[in-house]
């Protein structure tokens, strides 16, 4: 009642082998903060003589390929020149860089403390009524901790952005910040002069509270943006935490054996460890004594255990299900299987094109067009028409009409709405870049088991008479093998199990099947060739290509009936592939069960492409090969063995019920099992890119037109932070629309 033994993954791409002057090596980076930080790192290493580098944001890590004489020590202060850290990081490690600039946990003080700065500070700026003797002077104590400590990561990235020549995001910030809050100390000190201490006159204008609603707004976008990042770096960790964490090695021979328990550190090529039901087998190897069923779903994404015996290969961080085995170790180290996998995940997200904002895009051209605007504001005036305050005044317009407050609340606003929305309705999106994604995917490749099927054995059709399907339940309710168990479920359900049935002399076959004496009665179940080389005549054939998998039943030694096992398929998978029909996607099922069941599960659903027999490592060549062809790929997974693809797609989304390192390594993930919410988290997501993009539209056309009104004079301070305030509003009303996403 076990699978074929499927062919073993490939050996692990890092393998030596042939002659190669490649060397490789990964970067942990600390600094970056926006895409143009990843690009400027980038191309600083590629202009390194051999060197061939790509840099990851969201993993704060660049791998790097070096073909000339470029040693580590070049590369990182290749690196530091630019204006960041950067560490060789240590193969297979399963640690995550450390975020040093905006991390959560540096922002979220932050973020508080500014938020219970800057609440009245708005508050009392904008009411007229709260305009007491002196409220100046406490918008400004309550202001100059924001601008300055609040606000210090952004004035911190903007300066290195500087010292490197040129401008991100955080260049936009901090000009207004620093713009606003220095026009307004301006504003005091003039009105100090003129004596006016305890009552601001009319005509004076102070905009604290623009700079402070900025650093706050922003803060939180950041802190947002911060934690979906930090999903990314969680799925090599919680790949590599599969593995064992010790073996049991025996030492010397014959009377003389020990066992001795050593780390799997320490264990070496060559090796022997035993291996106990229930454990984890410890490295990759070979069997040298004993049988047993070994669970190979982290690898395969089947449920059902592989019969292994003497001989017989087996992968590290799969679990030995029943028998005593022992093992000689063939592959250590970084050299296993799952270290394999770990670098497939690895190299998967390196390898993923670093999407660019348009607010960071257009800020490289916006923000050095509009410091310029306004310097040449200030010298037409002074210069021209003869009066520098009139200059002054009309060039500080231009940069608070200028500050970025809608342009930075454009994404994090619609982004905290659409998370907000979506885990109300199950659906988890990691960031923006996600939803870029589903405007462009126009194939979706869907795992089998646990995504379109249940990923459970049940019973899906016997013959046998129901006295003899109560002496096969009864029996096979003695093992813990997933078939016997849906046989012994389907017996319980089917009101035929007897609790008074007598099972003796209860036997594991290895090869498939199980061998017991109940009420009496002799019974030999298992695959139909255990029970034809037991010489039980007139049992039914078992096809290769069969959809279920058959199990044949004798009865002291009579040919009795079968029962017919099979993963079930999901009750809204064929809707669901309806859905995605619709929206321009075209399925592809992908998985590592035979092409018999493969072709059964899509033609119930609805799918016409099929690829069966695929390995982990296969799976991602399948990515590979769609997009090589010119596909933009989606795919949808729920197992270990899915990591690697879904990090390698254009957009990955791992179903709830999942594995950790394939919600870790997915852009979206889905809190349930339902194939439905995948059609509805596209849908949730291109709405929200929608939103995003219409949400900059309105950000940078306000700028646009309201610039050259500011400059020629036509435009006052306090209109310009009305109209700045009105962009905000607009920009959040917005993206409150996707409250009502159905």
Not at 83 to 92: C, H, N, Q
Not at 616 to 622: F, L, N, S, Y
Request: glycine share 10%; charged share 20%; net charge negative.
């Amino acid at each position: 009642m076990t699978a074929s033994r499927s062919p073993q993954p490939p050996a692990p791409s890092g393998a030596p082998g042939g002659d190669t002057a490649v060397r490789e090596l990964d970067l942990d980076i600390t600094g970056m903060t926006c895409a143009s930080c990843s690009a400027r790192i980038e191309k600083k290493l590629n202009r390194l003589d051999g060197v061939s580098a790509s840099v990851n944001l969201p993993l704060n890590s660049a791998h790097v390929e070096v073909t000339g004489a470029a040693s580590d020590e070049q590369i990182t202060d290749t690196v530091s020149r630019a204006g960041y850290s950067a560490t060789v990081r240590e193969p297979f490690t399963g640690t995550g860089p450390e975020v040093v600039d905006y991390g959560t946990g540096r922002l979220r003080p932050r973020l508080i403390g500014s938020a219970i700065l800057g609440i009245p500070v708005v508050a009392i700026s904008m009411v007229m009524s709260w305009h007491f003797p002196g409220w100046h002077w406490v918008v400004t104590a309550l202001s100059l901790p924001v601008v300055t400590w609040g606000a210090w990561p952004f004035h911190r990235a903007a300066f290195k952005a500087a010292r490197g020549g040129s401008t991100t995001m955080d260049t936009l910030v901090s000009i207004g910040i620093t713009v606003a809050t220095l026009y307004s100390l301006v504003t005091l000190g003039i009105a100090v002069s003129q004596g006016h201490i305890l009552h601001l006159p009319h005509d004076f204008h102070i905009w604290f509270e623009a700079a402070v609603a900025i650093t706050v707004f922003l803060l939180l976008g950041r802190l947002t943006e911060e934690r979906a990042k930090g999903s990314a770096t969680r799925a090599l960790r919680e790949l590599l935490s599969l593995g064992a964490r010790s073996a049991t090695v025996l030492r010397g021979t014959g009377a003389d054996r020990t066992e001795v328990e050593v780390p799997v550190e320490e264990l070496a090529i060559g090796d022997v460890f035993r291996v106990r039901p229930g454990e984890k087998i410890a490295t990759d190897g070979v069997v040298v004594a004993g049988h047993t069923a070994v669970d190979e779903s982290m690898l395969s994404g089947e449920s059902v255990p592989v019969e292994v015996a003497e001989g017989d290969p087996v992968t590290g961080a799969t679990v030995n299900t029943s028998g005593s085995i022992e093992v000689r170790a063939t592959r250590v180290g970084a050299e296993t299987t799952l270290a394999a996998m770990a670098d497939l995940v690895t190299r998967a997200q390196t390898g993923k094109p670093p999407v660019q904002r348009l607010a960071d895009r257009v800020s490289a051209v916006f923000v050095p067009t509009v410091i310029a605007i306004a310097v040449l504001t200030l010298l037409v005036w002074g210069l021209l028409v003869g009066t520098w305050t009139g200059g002054l005044h009309a060039a500080l317009t231009v940069l608070i009409i200028a500050c970025p407050c809608a342009l930075g609340l454009a994404t994090p606003t619609a982004l905290a709405v659409s998370s907000g929305r979506g885990s109300q309705l199950g659906i988890l999106v990691s960031g923006p870049e996600v939803m870029e994604s589903t405007r462009t995917v126009d194939t979706i490749v869907l795992d089998k088991t646990g995504t379109v099927t249940e990923g459970r054995m049940e019973v899906v059709g016997h013959d046998l008479s129901a006295e003899h399907l109560a002496l096969v339940g009864a029996a096979e309710s003695r093992s813990e093998h997933p078939i016997a168990q849906a046989i012994a479920r389907s017996a319980s359900a089917a009101g035929t199990a007897r609790s008074g049935l007598e099972v003796r002399d209860f036997e594991n076959i290895p090869g498939g099947g199980i061998r017991a004496v109940v009420n009496g009665h002799a019974l030999l179940v298992g695959r139909p060739g255990l029970l034809r080389e037991a010489g039980v005549p007139g049992v039914a054939e078992e096809s290769d290509g069969a959809a279920a998998t058959l199990v044949a039943a004798a009865v002291a030694g009579t040919y009795v009936g079968r029962v017919e096992v099979a993963d079930t398929v999901k009750t809204s998978a064929r809707d669901a592939i309806a859905e995605l029909r619709e929206l321009g996607l075209e399925p592809v099922l992908l998985t590592g069960d035979h092409a018999g069941a493969a072709e059964a599960v899509a033609a119930e659903v609805g799918i016409e492409r099929v690829h069966a027999d695929v390995r982990p490592a296969d799976k991602v060549a399948v990515i590979e090969e769609l997009q090589s062809a010119g596909r933009s790929v989606a795919m949808v997974g729920d197992g270990v063995n899915d990591a690697a693809a879904l990090a390698r797609a254009d957009l990955g989304l791992a179903m709830g019920s999942g594995t950790d390192a394939a919600i870790a390594a997915s852009d979206i993930t889905l809190v349930s099992s339902d194939p439905q919410q995948i059609p509805q988290a596209v849908r949730l997501s291109r709405r929200t890119l929608a939103i995003i993009k219409g949400n900059l539209f309105w950000a940078f056309a306000y700028n646009t037109a309201a610039i050259p009104i500011a400059a020629l004079g036509l435009l006052d301070p306090m209109i310009a932070g009305a109209a700045m305030a009105f962009s905000s509003v607009f920009v959040v009303l917005n993206s409150l629309r996707l409250l009502r996403f159905r």
